[in-house]
Structures are given as structure tokens and as C-alpha cells.
């Protein structure tokens, strides 16, 4: 399949870069250059420079062949646009808008967009309080190596970027719950105490960020 994808940040980067290690054809447009280096040197799919919503711009992603496009940009406006776009406009069989505002969920409907509500989903997931050992454990896979956790941020993570806070190939941050609002952060975004994070992290990850993390006796529910 071609497939062109809208967005270039920690959600498009990742989406990407899993389609085009599974054999996929894929096409990035990115709002700068700075953020289609998050590719990696590694990625061999076609980058465009543009708004995700520009015709131009995805004709040189070569929209016109694509079987999908999938708009994943932090702004629920410019998703909304490029997806009409290729739909109306270059007739993609397949579209996919990424929300991050549940309030704008009747608008999508109401335009007939496919999309997924990345905010709704995830703050669902924490709200569900399967274990509580080390972690709360959400999910575990086959293997047992990783699992769907989430944790709470003390004093030590305060002001600690989650690129700081991730540990390459072993903890990987999905979203953070601060003061009743889910995020879905990119790699800059600021920790705070007290922020829910919920991670996928490998077993054992705990001796690298226990420093970060608030003891059990001072979480909070």
C-alpha cells in the first residue's frame, strides 16, 4: 500500500516509521525539516515540506496514487481540512483524522471523517486499575517482557522532558494526565509533579526512572 500521512511529531513519526518496516510505501509531509528528522536516517519513504492540507504539497507526496492518507498533526482543524481534502479532492479510499478534542467529535461525524479519538481512548485506559504492584498494569503481552503502565511523577521529574524521562528501547510515554486533561506529549513537553504518565515499559525499567517517579505512600488517586 501507499500510504501518505499528514504530521510528523511523536504519534506521525512512529505510525511511519511501523508502516515502512512492514513493507508499506509511505509519504511524510511535515511542516519543517526539523520535524521529518525524527524519520531517522534509517527511513526510506518519500518527505514533503508543506502544510497537510496544501494541494500542491501532497501531490508531491504523491497523494493522487495513495490507498490511505492519515492526517496526525496536533490540530484538529488542519487534520479536519486535510482529510476533506483528500477525499474531495484527490478521492482517497481510505482516510483517517487523528482528535485530540472530544468536543469536536460531532464535526468529524457530521463531515462523515473517519477518525480516532486519541484523548477519549487513552484517558478510558487509565481510568481502568487492573494491578497495583510496582506499577498499575493495564496490559501485558505475550512475552511478558513489556506492559501498559502507568505511574506518578514526584518531585524529581518536575520540569523533566519526556525525551529525559523515556529510556531507549525500554520505556517508551503513550500520554500524561495532568489536572483532568490527557496529553498526548511530544518529546519537549515539560513533566509535572504530580502528572499521571501512562508508558509502555519493559520490565525492571524502574532502577532508571525511580528517581522521577513519587513514592506509593504519596501518590494520589
Do not use: W
Amino acid at each position: 500500500m501507499l500510504i501518505v500521512i499528514a504530521g510528523c511529531g511523536r504519534v506521525g513519526s512512529d505510525l511511519a516509521k511501523s508502516l515502512s518496516e512492514d513493507g508499506h510505501d509511505v509519504s511524510v509531509v511535515a511542516a519543517s525539516q526539523e520535524r521529518l528528522a525524527r524519520l531517522g536516517d534509517s527511513f526510506n519513504g518519500r518527505t514533503e515540506i508543506g502544510l497537510p492540507y496544501d494541494v500542491k504539497t501532497l501531490r508531491k507526496a504523491e497523494i493522487e496514487f495513495a490507498d490511505a492518507f492519515v492526517a496526525v498533526t496536533p490540530n484538529d482543524n488542519a487534520n479536519l481540512m486535510a482529510v476533506q481534502v483528500a477525499k474531495k479532492v484527490f478521492g482517497v479510499p481510505r482516510t483517517i483524522a487523528r482528535l485530540d478534542d472530544p468536543a469536536r467529535a460531532d464535526s468529524y461525524r457530521a463531515l462523515d471523517v473517519e477518525y480516532v479519538a486519541g484523548a477519549h481512548l487513552i484517558s478510558r485506559v487509565i481510568q481502568e486499575q487492573i494491578v497495583e504492584v510496582e506499577f498499575n498494569y493495564h496490559v501485558t503481552f505475550s512475552s511478558g517482557d513489556v506492559e501498559i503502565v502507568e505511574m506518578r511523577i514526584g518531585s524529581g521529574g518536575d520540569g523533566v522532558p519526556v525525551a529525559g524521562f523515556e529510556v531507549q528501547g525500554r520505556l517508551r510515554v503513550a500520554a500524561v494526565r495532568r489536572e483532568g486533561r490527557t496529553h498526548i506529549p511530544e518529546d519537549e513537553f515539560l513533566l509535572s509533579e504530580g502528572d499521571l504518565v501512562v508508558a509502555a515499559a519493559q520490565h525492571g525499567v524502574t532502577t532508571k526512572i525511580g528517581k522521577y517517579l513519587a513514592p506509593k505512600h504519596e501518590e494520589t488517586p
